[in-house]
Nanobody, 123 residues
């Protein structure tokens, strides 16, 4: 059973940085895609960044150049380094995972989800 547990959220002023972590367990498949999604109040959940088994990454245009997704396979942990944060980055951030080589930033493609961690950016 795949389990995902996020941590690292919090409150920060605009221009600041945060690093989210997602500890994952319960799978042994070699082809596994992981991603970060976010959902602001009253809005749809949107893809932020994804990374496939080979380490190739994919970012939403709104975070390119500011956010970096990475993973440590030895620690079974996914990260999202967020720099130059803006008030519009305020949202609940979710870690997600799916089997397979294809790694799109599409919510419906992911079958496993964490509980989320809140990020609040004040101006």
């Amino acid at each position: 059973q795949v389990q995902l547990v996020e941590s690292g959220g919090g409150s920060v002023q605009a221009g600041g940085s945060l690093r989210l972590s997602c500890a994952h367990s319960g799978y042994t498949y070699s082809s596994f895609c992981m991603g970060w999604f976010r959902q602001a109040p009253g809005k749809e959940r949107e893809g932020v960044a994804a990374i496939d088994s080979d380490g190739s990454t994919n970012y939403a245009d709104s975070v390119k150049g500011r956010f970096t997704i990475s993973k440590d396979n030895a620690k079974n942990t996914l990260y999202l380094q967020m720099n130059s944060l803006k008030p519009e980055d305020t949202a609940m951030y979710y870690c997600a995972a799916k089997f397979g080589w294809v790694c799109p930033l599409v919510r419906a493609a992911f079958g496993f989800w964490g509980q989320g961690t809140q990020v609040t950016v004040s101006s």
